[in-house]
């Protein structure tokens, strides 16, 4: 018998000790890694310790069956595993039951081992396919991101060229832009690539630590510079010695406290709060805000001359309104994160719910929509996210809502059956819901759908669908 073309992990289930041997010891012939369980119980421990990627079960066990083993399997984190379930030829119903569970495919005992065998190399084949698709992908997501920044338009593609180009000089950089639009990122992009690498990388916010305390968080203090100052605190400025210091919403610092913030910039010298000695540093300084600094000036509520000391070079940050065209990638990188980290197995979004995400104007820009998304994935139970899973804030109004667009030319009966079915699109297939938005009675929608062969994608959610 011929060797298959790439090696697996297959973890063989079966209480008869002669059977799953043999069976395990067939397919370690074949090329493939293979372990043993005598139930489903020793079979599911086995997932966590051997990492299968095929599983070849018997459905009659004692203890754990096959069939419960199965669906145990799919509930957990290993439900991508491959699995071929063994029966006798007087229990085809059960096998027939352990498809539906989401078995691959099922064999009778004996067992035809040419069959098997053509099996597993159909499984290898796909689960190499499956490899390449998602190496692919990863490939794809490295041509749309640049460090930990997402976007491929133009926009972001301008502000990746910006960060290629100031990263590797000591130039002091200042980045404007709206509050969620990622300019932590950038700066975190900027030190990446500088000859600072190596460094430290300390970020505070300026309007987040009272005007008070902001100067001892810079700058640091002594023991008993000030009341509750009961030991020596090093600033932020000590602290990035060596690396990059990034302060956000520079524009909201007292302007009392701008002066020796120059100061700092133009020498390289401080003292801490109460202190005597001078430190010396070597920081190079990113700052951001979302405020516009020519009014700030005007205002006398930022000083001039430590705007151009801080404006070196000026990188200006898109809202994401502005950049449309990267929601769905930004959206896509968010369930995927935020899928894995809350253990769900939600694989993208559909087509009707990224059509409201791409129409949202997002005032919170990117934070916004990770917020959203992070929402959806931790109340969603379906494989993909609907418009059922967003805020309401997401999917209603006037501005948010979905457009259905019509090809001039078509048909009546063409143009209502689009509707319907975009309808319930938006609604995640709730019947009722969608009645309601296209002013019929539940029954019209039935009749409807039933004349027009529509069926609902999603489980039905009308309460009244039983006996509608």
Not at 138 to 157: C, H
Not at 232 to 237: D, N, S
Not at 401 to 418: D, N, S
């Amino acid at each position: 018998m011929a060797t298959s073309p790439a090696s697996r992990k297959i973890l063989v289930v079966d209480d008869e000790k002669s059977a799953r041997e043999g069976l395990a010891e067939l397919m370690a012939s074949w090329g493939h890694r293979t372990e043993s369980a005598a139930d489903g119980i020793d079979g599911l421990a086995k997932l966590t310790s051997f990492q299968p990627q095929i599983v070849v079960t018997d459905l009659t066990m004692p203890g754990m069956d096959g069939l419960t083993f199965l669906k145990q399997l799919k509930l957990g984190p290993h439900k991508e595993v491959a699995v071929i379930v063994l029966t006798a030829h007087g229990t085809i119903e059960s096998a027939v039951d352990a498809i539906r569970e989401g078995a691959y495919d099922f064999l009778t005992k004996p067992v035809d081992i040419v069959r098997l065998q053509i099996l597993v190399e159909k499984l290898t084949e796909r689960l190499g396919l499956e490899t390449e698709v998602q190496d692919l992908k990863q490939e794809l997501e490295k041509l749309r991101s640049f460090e930990n920044l997402i976007g491929a338009s133009p926009q972001m593609k301008d502000v990746y060229r910006q960060i290629e180009v100031v990263a590797p000089s000591t130039a002091s950089v200042l980045i404007n832009g709206p509050s969620g639009s990622g300019k932590e990122l950038v700066s975190k992009a900027i030190h990446n690539r500088s000859r600072r690498s190596k460094g430290p990388f300390i970020a505070i916010n300026c309007s987040a630590i009272p005007a008070t305390l902001l100067e001892s968080e810079i700058f640091g203090h002594e023991r008993g510079a000030f009341t509750g100052a009961i030991a020596r605190k090093e600033g932020t400025f000590e602290m990035a010695h060596g690396g990059t210091l990034f302060l956000d919403e520079i524009a909201e610092m007292p302007f009392e406290l701008q002066a020796k913030f120059l100061r700092v910039l133009e020498d390289g010298k401080f003292r801490r709060l109460g202190g005597k000695d001078e430190i010396e540093v070597d920081v190079r300084v990113i700052a951001a805000s979302n405020k516009d600094f020519k009014k700030a000036i005007a205002e006398k509520q930022f000083r001039e001359d430590l705007f151009y000391r801080l404006n070196v070079f000026a990188l200006q940050m898109p809202a994401l309104a502005d950049r449309s065209e990267d929601v769905p990638s930004l959206a896509e990188h968010f369930v995927r994160e935020f899928s894995a980290r809350n253990r769900k197995n939600i694989k993208g979004i559909a087509p009707e719910a990224m059509r409201i995400l791409m129409n949202h104007p997002w005032p919170g820009n990117v934070r916004e929509l990770k917020n959203v998304i992070e929402r959806a994935v931790i109340m969603s139970s379906k494989p993909e996210l609907t418009a059922a899973d967003f805020p309401e804030s997401v999917t209603s109004g006037p501005d948010h809502t979905p457009q259905i667009l019509l090809r001039v030319g078509i048909t009546m009966e063409e143009a209502e059956k689009e509707i319907i079915k975009r309808t319930l699109e938006f609604t995640a297939d709730n019947k009722t819901k969608a009645a309601k938005i296209l002013d019929i009675s539940l029954k019209t929608l039935h009749n409807k759908l039933n004349e027009y062969r529509l069926r609902p994608q999603h489980q039905d959610k009308d309460p009244q669908a039983a006996s509608s």
